[in-house]
């Protein structure tokens, strides 16, 4: 059982990303979804508890197989390079998805008026 006050939380209403203002993702309740209304950062908005990272990113999902790595260290250099590729494909499209990012605001604002 988590303890509510050992329990870092974070407001289902702010993306962390960007800090923008965030709303629950409709039809996929009952999980704690919310997407970012600024950036369209999709985010899991609920409580973690505070070992949360270490629990599930210990050295069983680098070194265990199962939904980790059988080895994460012999893997390592090419999911670096896959790391980088995505990297640079982003970097590649980084405007055009700024500028869809700010049609989607500019269609959210005038649908409040
Ligand atoms: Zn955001």
Redesign the pocket.
């Known amino acids: 059982m988590t303890d509510p006050a050992a329990t870092p939380t974070r407001s289902a209403r702010t993306?962390?990303?960007?800090?923008?203002l965030?709303c629950e993702a409709s039809g996929l309740e009952p999980l704690a979804i919310a997407d970012?209304?600024?950036?369209?950062?999709r985010f899991f908005a609920g409580a973690l508890d505070a070992d949360h990272v270490d629990h599930i990113y210990g050295d069983a999902y680098f070194f265990g197989g199962g939904d980790g790595y059988d080895d994460f260290l012999t893997e390592r250099d090419l999911l670096w390079a896959q790391g980088r590729r995505y990297g640079a494909l982003l970097a590649e499209h980084a405007a055009t998805l700024r500028s869809a990012s700010r049609s989607r605001n500019l269609w959210y604002e005038s649908a409040r008026l």
């Open positions: 993306c962390p990303a960007c800090g923008g965030a970012c209304t600024q950036c369209d950062h």
